[in-house]
């Protein structure tokens, strides 16, 4: 009802008005006035090596991680947009809040808070630049971002993984790959890219190190997946190609299978910076991104966490 009635008055509204109905629409109709005590700092962007670094960044700044943050950026991109490094600026029209669970459904670009966060951290790489030289290979092939980074990176081997050869057939031909047994050849690539992935691996510790076998050196995994706490949730485990509950069974979207999903085997905790180090990798860390001009943000904290880590 409130949204047909701001279409009906916009059209009677002088332009140069217009901006500001649409700060009142957003102030003090939606109910997101800006706060100035939470809107500063407006961009931070931070690195973390243990739980403890995280647990006393959350402890002295309450204001970043808090629900009143959150608000008060989606506020700032309703009434301003966004910046994007690889989409441009976003204008608040192209701002969508579709759901609650803001780090997925916050859309700009139609993209979540999540992916843009991975977009910038992939630009951030070294060679994030070259889009002819960069070797990436991303999990996922069926979705807008994979789209994206086939259209930006011209050596980008985008996969999914397909559970039965039926399935595999369908598929073709984008490749079926196990990133347990990848089968890719030794340091072949630049840059990994799994995004909610490593949560439905029967065997994390499998797919790290085949990450950083087929990574050259000085090769990077960027990740995200759903962060526990200081030690891994372990929620089911194959055992003799039997799956094991152990935990009552959850399930995350799958472009492969829509209806069922994927079962999560684990919810990776910060523990995965020591797996990272056995499985071969140097330097494993979180990267906590908030920020107003660039909308990133989340429910609890009030920003997106990267996991990075180097060949």
Not at 172 to 198: K, M, Q, W, Y
Not at 278 to 302: C, E, K, L, Y
Request: proline share 7%.
């Amino acid at each position: 009802m409130l949204r047909r009635l701001r279409l009906l008055v916009t059209p009677l509204v002088p332009v140069p008005l217009r901006g500001v109905l649409r700060r009142i629409w957003v102030d003090y109709v939606l109910g997101l006035k800006v706060d100035p005590a939470v809107a500063l700092p407006e961009h931070v962007e931070r690195e973390f090596r243990s739980f403890a670094e995280w647990k006393d960044f959350l402890a002295e700044n309450e204001v970043l991680v808090s629900r009143a943050r959150m608000e008060s950026i989606i506020a700032h991109a309703r009434r301003r947009g966004i910046h994007s490094t690889l989409l441009g600026r976003l204008p608040p029209s192209a701002v969508e809040l579709r759901g609650l669970n803001i780090r997925e459904e916050f859309l700009a670009g139609g993209f979540s808070p999540r992916l843009r966060a991975v977009m910038e951290r992939v630009l951030n790489h070294p060679r994030g630049g070259k889009n002819w030289d960069l070797r990436i290979h991303a999990h996922e092939a069926l979705t807008n971002f994979a789209l994206l980074l086939r259209g930006r990176y011209a050596r980008c081997l985008c996969s999914e993984y397909a559970g039965s050869e039926e399935e595999a057939r369908k598929l073709h031909p984008i490749p079926s790959i196990d990133i347990t047994r990848s089968g890719l050849p030794d340091a072949s690539f630049d840059l990994i890219v799994s995004n909610e992935v490593l949560e439905h691996v029967p065997d994390l510790d499998a797919a790290l190190r085949d990450m950083a076998r087929i990574l050259a050196p000085g090769g990077r995994l960027i990740a995200t997946f759903p962060v526990g706490e200081e030690t891994t949730d372990q929620r089911a485990a194959m055992e003799g190609g039997t799956i094991r509950h152990l935990a009552q069974p959850e399930y995350h979207g799958n472009p492969l299978d829509p209806e069922g999903g994927s079962l999560v085997f684990q919810i990776p905790g910060w523990d995965i910076l020591d797996q990272a180090k056995r499985a071969g990798f140097r330097d494993p860390r979180f990267v906590f991104i908030s920020s107003h001009w660039q909308g990133m943000t989340a429910n609890d904290p009030a920003g997106v966490l990267v996991f990075e880590a180097e060949r």
